[in-house]
């Protein structure tokens, strides 16, 4: 199993190959670790869902590397989510952070999700920052150095794919990867349809 030192090498290869890995692998911020079990793949420029398939700018500006950073952004105006980017450095790829199980600092994660089960505790992506005490500030964190860490685990022995939670650009593309039948994942919802005013 490669270590720590390992890791951005490992994350500068292509995305889609990347988000498969890092089912199993672990996600610590303090005393809260979880196991990730559901991700999903935004291939930047080649990628109408991704945040930069526009091009770069202030919001998106970690997407463009180096690989094993963590990209942090609102969603909605109030929550939080995270990636880890990858790829090779200037061009912009990450891997979406979907769901997981706390592992380690179950109380610490209870506390800040008093009203969730265990299954529902980092079942979502802004869940999942929610149960790590991850925020806005921690975009572009070395995941080696910290303090959010990533570590690799084994891979699992199956794994699912299907079209990605919520996008109206490239739905379609069947870039999300999970662990099948693990209780954490999240459920899948299509986007949905915008009003004309």
């Known amino acids: 199993m490669p270590g720590s030192a390992d890791l951005p090498e490992l994350l500068a290869g292509p995305v889609l190959d990347v988000a498969p890995r890092l089912l199993n692998a672990v996600l610590r911020h303090g005393d809260v670790a979880v196991r990730l079990t559901e991700v999903e793949a935004y291939d930047g420029a080649n990628d109408p869902g991704s945040h930069a398939f526009r091009g770069r700018t202030r919001r998106n500006a970690v997407m463009f590397g180096p690989a094993g950073r963590l990209y ?37 994660a209870r506390e800040r999700r008093p009203r969730a089960g265990d299954r529902d505790l ?76």
């Open 72 to 108: 942090c952004y609102f969603t909605y105006g109030m929550h939080v989510c995270c990636n880890v980017v990858c790829g090779v450095e200037g061009t912009a790829s990450a891997v979406l952070l979907r769901a997981g199980e706390v592992v380690d600092g179950l109380e610490v």
């Open 122 to 197: 980092a079942r979502g992506p802004a869940r999942l920052c929610t149960a790590l005490g991850i925020e806005l500030g921690h975009d572009g964190t070395d995941l080696v150095a910290g303090p959010v860490s990533l570590t690799l685990g084994e891979p699992p022995t199956e794994v699912s794919t299907g079209p990605r939670v919520g996008l109206r650009g490239a739905p379609e593309r069947p870039w999300r990867f999970w662990i099948p039948a693990d209780p954490t994942v999240s459920a899948y919802r299509p986007a949905a349809p915008r009003r004309r005013s």
